[in-house]
C-alpha cells in the first residue's frame, strides 16, 4: 500500500540553524512529490513540488527538496531559517498514472524556530 | 472566488446530531477533493470529485458520510449521526486537474474544524 513517512514529528530550532526533515515514501509506481506547510492559523499552501528533470528542486521562501530515486527519499532542506518559518510541514505523494491526483500525506512535522 | 472558500469554520455537535459542511472552490476548478484531519495527524482522502461526478469514495470512512457536488462547482459533505471519533478539520482542495493530467497542485481551503461533544 502507498504510503508516506516523515521521519520527525518535532523538530525545536534556533533562528539561523539549518533545517533538514526527513521523507520516505512507500510506493510501487512513477510519482509526483510535494511539500506543503501549514503556519499557525492558516490553511495548508504548497511549498514545492517535483515532476520531473533535476531532482534538486527550489520553492519558495528559501526552501529547497532533493529527491533521490533509489532511496525512495524526498528530503526538505534549508540553510537557515527564520522564526517566521515556525509551521507544520506535509510530505505528499500521488500517482502520475492517476490522471486525478489522489494525494497521499505524511503525518506532518512541528517546526519550532525559536528567536 | 480567489481561493477555496469553507464554512462553517467551526462546528460543535452534540453526538448523533447531522452535519453539514460546505465547499466553494476556486471557478473553474474541475477537480475537489475532501481530506479529513485528525489532531496530530495528516490529511486522509475522503473522497473526490471530477464536476458534477464523484470519481472516488473509497476514503468516506462509513455510511455515515456523504458528499455531493451536484452542479460541479459548490460541494458539501454531510455527516449523519455524528460520533465523538468524527472530531476533525475537514479539508476541501480543488486543482485544474483537466488541464494538466497527474500533474496535479491542490489549493486548499482553511478547513472546517468540527467537534463532536
Known amino acids: 500500500a502507498q504510503s508516506v513517512s516523515q521521519h520527525n514529528h518535532h523538530v525545536i530550532l534556533s533562528e539561523a540553524a539549518s533545517l533538514e526533515l526527513g521523507c520516505n515514501y512507500s510506493y510501487g509506481g512513477t510519482v509526483n512529490l510535494f511539500w506543503y506547510v501549514q503556519y499557525p492559523g492558516q490553511h495548508l499552501q504548497l511549498l514545492l513540488k517535483?515532476?520531473?528533470?533535476?531532482?534538486l528542486v527550489k520553492g519558495i521562501k528559501g526552501f529547497e527538496a532533493e529527491f533521490i530515486k533509489s532511496k525512495f527519499s524526498f528530503n526538505l532542506r534549508k540553510p537557515s531559517v527564520q522564526w517566521s518559518d515556525t509551521a507544520e510541514y506535509f510530505c505528499a505523494v500521488n500517482d502520475k498514472a492517476d490522471s486525478w491526483g489522489k494525494f497521499q500525506f505524511g503525518a506532518g512535522t512541528q517546526v519550532v524556530v525559536t528567536p | 472566488g480567489a481561493g477555496v472558500s469553507q464554512s462553517p469554520r467551526y462546528k460543535v455537535a452534540k453526538r448523533g446530531q447531522d452535519v453539514a459542511l460546505r465547499c466553494d472552490p476556486i471557478s473553474g476548478h474541475v477537480s475537489l477533493f475532501w481530506y479529513q484531519q485528525a489532531l496530530g495527524q495528516g490529511p486522509e482522502f475522503l473522497t473526490y470529485f471530477q464536476n458534477e461526478a464523484q470519481l472516488d469514495k473509497s476514503g468516506l470512512p462509513s455510511d455515515r458520510f456523504f458528499a455531493e457536488r451536484p452542479e460541479g462547482s459548490v460541494s458539501t459533505l454531510k455527516i449523519q449521526r455524528t460520533q465523538q471519533e468524527d472530531s476533525a478539520v475537514y479539508l476541501c482542495?480543488?486543482?485544474?486537474?483537466?488541464?494538466?493530467?497527474?500533474?496535479?497542485?491542490?489549493?486548499f481551503g482553511a478547513g472546517s474544524r468540527l467537534t463532536v461533544l
Open positions: 517535483y515532476f520531473s528533470g533535476d531532482p
Open positions: 482542495a480543488s486543482s485544474l486537474a483537466r488541464v494538466t493530467p497527474g500533474l496535479n497542485v491542490l489549493t
